[in-house]
Every structure is written in structure tokens, then in C-alpha cells.
């Protein structure tokens, strides 16, 4: 695909379908191809309906709560019959679970005939923002089923198990950013052809950063390893760090890990005494960011544990989550073992 810029000059780009067609191989090559050009298609039908914004009058919440507790907007319910209807009959796909279903969904038996692939996915991520008109995602992850007609434990799978994990950020473009085991690859959405075309080869996270996200406002309910890290880096070049940190939080994950991925960082949702266990959900939202992050060289934890290697419990279930650049990850791991260590 030729792109002619501003000043005329010619850029070649190629697009998703070719590059993966190189890139898949091994025994997933045909199933996965199978199935990204599905979540590529329901991403693309995602960016239209958040295109259009309050023009389609879908901007406000609906009365419902979801499995999580949380009220629904009518996009979540929107995104999420999307990405189910165009991803469930591609024949690959044996079983899928949403973040705003209380169940895994079914596959029908004639939709699943040629492999037992699991799609796990939260179909608009940092919907608080929807309405604000600020950049929201979509995030999945892929895994392999051992049965045909997969049960609920057949979703209970650690995050070293993923196969494939991307996200959609649906922002000032539209991005792709996906990980197959094998480096991190992003790809832009381009208007005139509807093509994604691969514009983020090989990414790369900064091993050191001076920028952290978190929300601030849970400060007096965070544990003191985060309180920590946290009151070293507002000390700046007057403390410990000598250096000055910089913080960001948009309130979509999405968005604050592409900003990672491009220019280092830290992100943390980590546990407080309020929510216990954080906000985020190991198997819709940690363990695919905590993939990519970890293909781009970056690290994750739970702050005890590498997140990729928690055993999940349930499908919905929690974790506090820290992930970005390695060296503040490890420092903020060791600032855990440090404080359980004098226990
Ligand atoms: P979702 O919209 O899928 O429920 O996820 C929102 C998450 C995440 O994207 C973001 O980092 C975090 O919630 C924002 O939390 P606060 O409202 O505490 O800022
Ligand atoms: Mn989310
Ligand atoms: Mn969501």
C-alpha cells in the first residue's frame, strides 16, 4: 500500500493480512490467521459506531449493571454484539468470554468445527470515557482449548498459556497492536483503504522511565510498597531518585500502555483496601497487556508475582496490576519483598 503525505512523499506500508501471513508460523499459523482477520473485521466495525459518537445517540449509560458491578453504557453492550456476531463463525473459534457476560459464550456445534481456539475479550475498555470523547480500546487474548466443547475450566488457563493477545485504541487513529510470542507489532487504520497498515514494526518498551499512571485519588487506601515507589518519585531530584517523574492517567488501559509502548512508563492499578484484589481483570485486561508488555521488553506484576503466571480462579476475577518499563517494575517489586520481608 502507497501513502503520498503532506509534502507528496511516498511511503510503502504493508498491510495486516500480508504481514501476518508471513509472520504466523507454526502449528496456530492457519487458525490464527483464521481468526484475527474476524477481530480485525469486528475492530473496524468498533471504530465506525465509536466514530460516530453522540451522532448515534448511543452515548449515555443503560440502567444495567454487568458481571463486574459496573453500570453499563449502551456501547459496552453495542461493542460487545459486535465483536461476539463477527468472531463466532470463523470455525476456529470453540468458546469466547466477555467481560460484560456473566457466562462464557457457547459456540455453536456447526461454528466450531475445525479447532478449539478460546477468544477472551473486553469489548470497550475505559468506557468512562466514551462520553468525554477520549480514546477508548478493545483488548483479547487467545487461547488454546484441550476440549472441543470447552467448559468454563477450560477458560482457567495462566497468561503463559496466551497464544495471541492484542488491542484496539480507538484514538486520534485507530491502532492494532498485537503479539503472537514473537515481538509486538502495531498497525494504523487507514481511512481511505480501511486497511491496516503496519506503521509499528518491532516495538519496543524503554527499560527506564521517568513516567508513571495510576490514579492518584486511591492514594490514602494503597498499601505502603506503592505509596512508596510513589512518594520517591514526587520527591523528584530532591529525593532518593534524583531525578524529576512526570504522571499521566487517561483512565483507559489501553491508552496508557500504547503511550508506554511508544515512550516508557509505568502503569498501576494495584490492590487498596478498598478493592482488595484492583479493579483490573486477569484474563479480559492483565494478562494480554502483561503479554505484550513482556514481548516489547517490558515486565508485570502483580507486585508479588509476575502476573503471566497467576493460576486464575475464576473468569472475572481481579488482580492488582503493575507493568512497563522493567527497571521501575523491578524496583517495585522489590519495594513488595522488601515490605514482606520485614513482616
Ligand atoms: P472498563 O472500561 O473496561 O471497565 O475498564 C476501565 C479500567 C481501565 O481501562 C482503566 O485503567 C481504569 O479502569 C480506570 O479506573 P479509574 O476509574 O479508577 O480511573
Ligand atoms: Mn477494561
Ligand atoms: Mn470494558
Redesign the pocket.
Known sequence: MIIHNQENHVTTFINISEFLKHHLQGEHSVALNTILSDVIEACKNITVVIDKGALTGNMGNLGSE?I?G?VQKAL?VITDDIFIKTCQQSGYVAGMAS?ELVDVIEIADNNRKNGQYLLLF?P??????VNVNIS??T?FSILKSSNKKPELSDFLQAGTEQICAGYALYGTSTMLVLTTGNGVNGFTLDVDSNEFLLTHPDMQIAKDTQEF?I?M??YRFWREPVQRYIDECLQGEEGDRKKDFNMR????????IHRILIRGGV?M?PTDSKSRSG???LM??ANPMSFIVEQAGGASTTGTQRILEVKPSGIHQRVPVMMGSKNEIERIAAYHQAKSKRK
Open positions: 454487568n463486574q459496573e459496552d467481560e473486553d470497550l475498555d475505559g468506557s468512562s470515557n477508548v480500546g483488548i499512571a490514579n485519588s486511591n492517567w487517561v483512565a483507559s488501559m489501553v491508552a496508557e502503569f492499578y479493579k483490573l481483570r479480559y485486561e
